[in-house]
């Protein structure tokens, strides 16, 4: 095992944080990173789960200011942004920078306006307190590089009082109890797959 793939496998149990950014700068983490965004831009994959109906999962997206976090490629940014509408904004986020550039891209390409793409962070974000009435929290969680609670207080941290986090996990039968078990959050509804939950 080399130093790069020895470093891939256990990272997060080293650091104990989300170190993506670190993760994805080895030559191991830049070949999985490019063979994940292939997949997740795949006609397959747009055909299983179309994006624009798992966003309309989301409880009262039209005219919101929400947060995207950990956007990838962008695959639910420009529709999300669609939905949200002029009125609304979305800062899309990700700590990868080649993912912040290809979904600047993608943004800039569909002409939208009511978008910021920024590098960051989700367990330290350096966002305003109660700035979000929506966070998007798409195929994040469940991963074991992410340390729920961290995260979860960030995003708590963010969202307005009675703000709306909706989780759409990449496991089929994930529970929401992850998330319930934190104090923060209580679950509201359920539609497309995607959970919504209530701040606390």
Sequence with gaps: MTDDTRRFASFHIQDK??????????????VFA????????????????APTKILEGVDNL?????LEVGCGTGYFTVPAARLIGERGSLVAMD?????VEMVSRKV???????VRVIKGDGLRTNLDTASFQ????????????VPMKPLLTELHRVLRPEGNLAVWPPIPG???????????FTESSKRNGVYNFKRM
């Design 17 to 30: 944080t989300m170190n993506t950014e670190s993760l994805v700068s080895t030559p191991v983490g830049k």
């Design 34 to 49: 490019r063979v994940l965004a292939t997949a997740m831009e795949s006609r397959l994959r747009y055909r299983l789960f």
């Design 62 to 66: 039209p005219g919101r200011k929400v």
């Design 95 to 99: 700590i990868v920078p080649e993912s």
């Design 108 to 114: 800039e390409a569909a002409g939208l306006q009511n």
């Design 134 to 145: 929506t966070i998007i929290l798409f195929g994040v969680i469940p991963a074991p590089m």
């Design 174 to 184: 994930w529970l929401p109890q992850s998330v319930l078990n934190t104090g923060l």
